[in-house]
């Protein structure tokens, strides 16, 4: 063995949750997530496991997700959701049956969610977290966590009460849920800044992960660039992306993803066939959205599609890996060269729902890759970075710069003419937030209830999905609205507190609307001296 | 009704789903003859069961749906009233170049009424505010009174709802924005907290961005008894004054751009008069911009950590690691190019051409 590969999924979703609704689009980003890639990596996963394969992989399930797949309303409602989707895939079998090539398609969509509805509700009983946590008890997975509402840390850093909340909060939410520490960390976005290690580090965090410059442009300059971590001075090690291995996956022009063979994303019948077919299916409104039904394959630049062919695509997904498999051989073996006594890492971070929803046959690839990588090779072995460090754990001390993953690799993403004016308001809610941990040490117990919702307000208002929604131009509206709505809830709730006014009848409705991290403690905002 | 299945069943089935569609089509060919000529000769073929390819002309297999059905009526671009659910999900993981290429609207500027807010409906959005932008100076909600506070705490207030109890069970509605079914009367955000903060925070190497928040009185005092007063920016760094420009104390925020980088900036505003200078509350924070390239400093410091190590918070490894010889510049050379075959990849941005300049082994995507 020469070396190691460290494929590290990241999956989270910003926490998307209306009970004052009975139906809300933005929920069904969790819905399609658990569909097309949770329900499906578990089931994968946890078969390799069943047959012994050995594998290590690494998984960050944000706290905001966690939060979300483990709340008895989403839960239900996705119930629900696979309801409608098995119900369309009865039709869908039906209205086909005269065409065979689209009849084929149909069938495997009937078994697929039929499949996924036995294993929600009768093979994890509607916990995916508890699955995921028992694939990481069986050592074949290692959970990290992530910013506690994915705030971007370095727009934070004048504030250091704020980004120790996040950080605190989110191990506190990783030990409730896993029971047992976190040993790294996803920062949100990538987004490192010197001085955040050593709050890591107050936590027990051994390791995070940066984009390539941020090992490459560390400073005293790196012995092995990226292919090898470093210590910061606080001990707690940055892992960096290799970009070769990124872009043999990621890349929308040269990568797995964009072959003629595999599913189109955008082609759906939701948007394809008559309005009064998919009417039950798609908005109550009457505005089309995915159904997740899909007839047609990428088949290039056109707009005109062949239908897709699935064992194709998934054989296709065979050969990639494969393809996968032989690069990395190729790469950590000239590495290893290179390297003389040290053996090179290859981290491979991605997007968790890049497999699955938006590459539909990602966790085949991914599947096959975890075989062949068992089976077929002996240059490396799929670890975690945990692994590596307890296997080597002499490393080059250096400190990362200012760094994101994001488009030009830094702030820019998150810091736009179009996002901008957030900072303002976030800046000044967690100036009060602070001040009010200082100034409530021992409250009473409809203080504490209003404190730690305003807490919880400060903490949604401050994920990192609102600016990048923005910057964007997606889903503008809602991710202003769900700025201005958080701020505001925490501004009359700071009202109430310091003018002994609090509105309980309110309050409640605040604390079951916005319910993430039922168990905070808002003292974490408390200034140290 | 047997008859029917009896007739689903058996090689007539074909037909009878030919002829039930013709049927619908023809219902709705009648609904669009007023659309036009062009209009109507595609609702006649689609009547036929033949929908064609426009530009090729050859058939596409009946049950495929109509790629271009999704242009036209309820839920087209022209009604949607914001962009498709999945562009966060596009832009998040595919990069924000996709949500511009994509065939569907997944942005704000793909909707065709995307200038007019008010035209989002009951319910619908924010309205009176432009979508993406925050409360900027022009805003006209009022200014907070000095220690917070907005009007909202007026507005009358429904009892709260039980949110733990079961969803309603009213009919499914969708989307809706502003009307929940408790308003909480949350009212605007306050245009401004007059709380004197002044903030710098570095956005990438050679750009920092201030924001600044004055409460009148601060700006009042800089300004008292000076002649023909203008407000300046200085910007310091660790060696002093690196520059000087007025700007408009309005304008409540400003990138600064073309810094050098790797290092620390400070920033001050001050009321220049003809009489002298006052400066407005206090400066910034000190903000410190990223280097840009590799550090020109070699250290091959290193320090053994056991894995059950316990890290307290004020380690410092620099001044505590090992130092080892330096590897030869022609290997480290090499892990560098090995360490950046391309472009810069960035999780909101794909990375076109796949230059495999500098990649010191080949790879394949054909086994």
Known sequence: MKGYLVLQLHAHLPFVRHPEHERFLEEDWLYEAITETYLPLISRFETLADEGIPFRLSLTMTPSLVQMLRDDLLQWRYGEHLDRLCELADKEVDRTRHEPRLHDTARFYHHHFNHLRWLWHERYHRDLVGAFAKLQDRGVIEIITCGATHGFLPLMQTQPEAVRAQIAIAAAHYRHHFQRDPVGIWLPECGFYPGVERLLAEEGIRYFFVDTHGILDAQPKPRYGVFAPLYTPAGVAAFGRDPESSEQVWSAGTGYPGDPVYRDFYRDIGYDLDLDYVRPYVQATGDRKSTGFKYHRITGATADKDLYDWRAAFAQADRHAGNFLFNRERQIEHLALVMGDRRPVVVAPYDAELFGHWWFEGPVFLEMLIRKAAYDQNVFRLATASDYLRENPSQQVATPPLCSWGAGGYSGVWLDGSNDWIYRHLHRIAEQMIALARDYAQPTPLERRALNQAARELLLAQSSDWAFIMKTGTMVEYAVQRTKEHVLRFQRLERQIRSGTIDEGWLGYAEGKDNIFPELDYGIYRPRA | ?367
């Open chain 2, 1 to 367: 009704m047997a008859g029917s299945k009896f007739f689903e069943r058996s090689a007539l089935g074909p037909l009878l789903d030919l002829l039930r569609s013709a049927w619908k089509k023809a219902v709705r060919f009648g609904e669009h003859l007023s659309k036009g000529a062009a209009d109507a000769r595609r609702s006649a073929r689609a009547a036929r069961g033949q929908e064609v390819r426009e530009r090729e002309g050859a058939t596409v297999p009946l049950g495929t749906g109509d790629q271009r059905s999704w242009m036209e009526g309820v839920g087209s671009p022209k009604a949607a009233r914001e962009p498709r659910p999945e562009g966060f999900v596009v832009a998040r993981i595919a990069g924000e170049a996709e949500v511009h290429r994509a065939p569907h609207v997944l942005v704000e500027e793909g909707l065709s009424n995307h200038a007019d807010p008010s035209t989002w409906g009951a319910g619908g959005g924010i309205v009176g505010e432009p979508v993406g932008g925050g409360p900027p100076v022009e805003a006209s909600a009022p200014a907070a009174p000095e220690g917070g506070g907005d009007s909202e705490d007026l507005a009358p207030r429904a009892p709260a709802p039980p949110m733990d109890a079961a969803p309603p069970a009213s009919p499914p509605q969708r989307h809706q924005r502003g009307a929940t079914p408790w308003d909480e009367g949350l009212g605007e955000l306050p245009s401004a907290y007059q709380d004197d903060t002044f903030l710098a925070l570095p956005r990438d190497p050679t750009t920092l961005w201030l924001f600044w928040d004055f409460a009148p009185s601060t700006i009042e005092e800089a300004r008292r008894d000076l002649v023909d007063p203008r407000v300046r920016l200085r910007l310091f760094d660790e060696g002093g004054l690196v520059r000087e420009q007025d700007l408009a104390l309005e304008s409540r925020s400003f990138y600064l751009h073309d810094l050098a980088p790797g290092r620390s900036y400070r920033a001050e505003l001050l009321v220049v008069g003809a009489n002298g200078e006052h400066r407005i509350g206090s400066p910034t924070n000190q903000a410190a911009l990223p280097p840009k390239g590799p550090s020109s400093i070699v250290d091959d410091r290193f320090a053994t950590l056991p894995w059950g190590l316990p890290l307290g918070g004020d380690l410092d490894l620099l001044t505590h690691g090992v130092s080892l010889a330096g590897i030869p510049e022609s290997e480290r050379a090499a892990l560098w190019a090995a360490s950046r075959p391309g472009e810069r990849l960035g999780g909101s941005e794909s990375l076109g051409g796949g230059s495999q300049s500098g990649r010191p082994w080949v790879s394949s995507r054909e086994r």
